[in-house]
T-cell receptor
Framework: DAKTTQPPSMDCAEGRAANLPCNHS???????VYWYRQIHSQGPQYIIH???NNETNEMASLIITEDRKSSTLILPHATLRDTAVYYC???????????FGTGTSLTVIP | DSGVTQTPKHLITATGQRVTLRCSPR?????VYWYQQSLDQGLQFLIQ???????AKGNILERFSAQQFPDLHSELNLSSLELGDSALYFC????????????FGQGTRLTVV
């Protein structure tokens, strides 16, 4: 079963930052936080992952709280192509069952 | 293009039949994962193989089986198909475990009639 809680849907204005929250209060010390997104019915796409430090790549930033019980994915300048379902997942690099949960459906509005 | 190839893209078959879905992972990736996504549902983890051996099992029915071959491609076999098996089936690959990014194929849409 999913170990994360995400809001079912969010809207964001085009060009603004999209901040997607995720709660993972039962995360273990060796578990990473991963973010994927799925555009329509395409295959999910990896966005970013982190253990405890904040991470940034060309797609997004990941902010993990100090107690690691929650995190926020930030899309700095949302575009219409960022409309998708965003999944927050926790899992260890030795475990193999990644549960996607129901995710957050992000709609970017022109 | 993720580098993961799934065939066929679409498959329509009758109840009671058996089908085989194929997945070619990215070059060099040793892990293959299978997921099922029913209409408007999340992705359900089915099974993982690593370098030819089963590594983890999720919510995979006994009517379903999978294997990974020496060339690292994988097949998911679905038998005694039921209407409820209609779904998108995704394959993903990664170099090892999910400590690194995993790459998903575009899926096989199975319709059981």
């Amino acid at each position: 079963d999913a170990k994360t809680t995400q809001p079912p849907s969010m809207d964001c204005a085009e060009g603004r930052a999209a901040n997607l929250p995720c709660n993972h209060s039962t995360i273990s010390g060796n578990e990473y936080v991963y973010w994927y997104r799925q555009i329509h019915s395409q295959g999910p796409q990896y966005i970013i992952h982190g253990l405890k430090n904040n991470e940034t790549n060309e797609m997004a930033s990941l902010i993990i709280t100090e107690d690691r019980k929650s995190s926020t994915l930030i899309l700095p300048h949302a575009t219409l192509r960022d409309t998708a379902v965003y999944y927050c997942i926790v899992g260890s690099n030795t475990g193999n069952q990644f549960y996607f949960g129901t995710g957050t459906s992000l709609t970017v509005i022109p | 293009d993720s580098g993961v190839t799934q065939t066929p893209k679409h498959l329509i078959t009758a109840t009671g039949q058996r089908v085989t879905l194929r997945c070619s992972p990215r070059s060099g990736d040793l892990s293959v994962y299978w997921y099922q996504q029913s209409l408007d549902q999340g992705l359900q983890f089915l099974i993982q193989y690593y370098n030819g051996e089963e590594r983890a099992k999720g919510n995979i029915l006994e009517r379903f089986s999978a294997q990974q071959f020496p060339d690292l491609h994988s097949e998911l076999n679905l038998s005694s198909l039921e209407l409820g098996d209609s779904a998108l089936y995704f394959c993903a690959s990664s170099a090892q475990g999910f400590s690194a990014e995993a790459f998903f194929g575009q899926g096989t849409r199975l319709t059981v009639v």
